[in-house]
């Protein structure tokens, strides 16, 4: 009998658990940063315009409801964001400059700190994906060792942000991409752990533009 009145109140237990967050609706907003892509809008089709201003990302930023205490640890939110795409980029060949500088140099400093250049030198890299996998704009690559059937697979897909109201995001953006588009997929996780959880998707349609 004592076993059948400890398992009933077990089960009770589990099935007080409150909601997930405090507002009893879990929910999230998220936007393209204007301050890191200025001029970001939506248009009439859902679907968001970026501009390349000049810097190789975008950001996108949330604000997300607040946990009820049972999903707060010393006071830490047990609430996670993950970030995928549908755009990935292959490497073919990368070209970059850099200084050159002589054995006895000039310098633009007394103390000898700042060395002038006598040239430049140009380096080109080709072939870079046959040791460089596809990446994605999320910021994660897909490893050609990767096991499939591994229970950890899932959390190496995508990005993440963990015990944090706020989530930044940053994705690569050069001006290569203009003129394509790309969905990014967005899910929410309120209480990452065991018990009653909630989750949420939020989808961007994003058109790539340049500023010319």
């Known amino acids: 009998m004592l076993f059948v009145n400890t398992f009933f109140s077990c089960s009770s237990d589990k099935l007080n658990k409150p909601y997930p ?6 929910d999230g907003v998220f936007r393209i940063d204007p301050l890191v892509s200025p001029g970001v809008y939506q248009d009439n089709n859902g679907y968001w315009h970026i501009e390349h201003m000049g810097l190789n990302y975008f950001t996108i ?8 205490p049972d999903y707060i640890i010393n006071g830490v939110p047990l609430i996670e964001t993950g970030y ?9 060949s990368l070209t970059f400059t850099v ?21 430049n030198q140009t380096y080109t890299l080709t072939d870079i994906a046959q040791i460089q996998p596809p990446l994605n704009i999320a910021g994660y690559t897909i490893s050609k060792n990767m096991c499939w059937d591994c229970p950890y697979t899932e959390t190496l897909l995508g990005t993440y942000s963990k015990y944090n109201y706020h989530p930044r995001q ?28 909630v989750d949420i998707e939020n989808e961007f349609k994003i058109i790539f533009e340049d500023n010319d």
């Open 61 to 68: 930023e949330g604000d997300l409801d607040k946990l009820h």
């Open 84 to 92: 995928d795409s549908d755009y990935w980029i292959a490497f073919d």
């Open 21 to 26: 967050c405090l507002d009893g609706n879990c």
């Open 170 to 197: 940053e994705f690569f953006f050069d001006n290569e991409m203009a003129g394509d588009t790309t969905k990014v997929f967005i899910k929410t996780i309120f209480n990452s752990d065991v018990g009653q959880r």
């Open 99 to 119: 200084p050159m500088y002589s054995f006895l140099s000039w310098f633009s400093d007394a103390e000898f700190n700042n060395p002038i250049p006598i040239g």
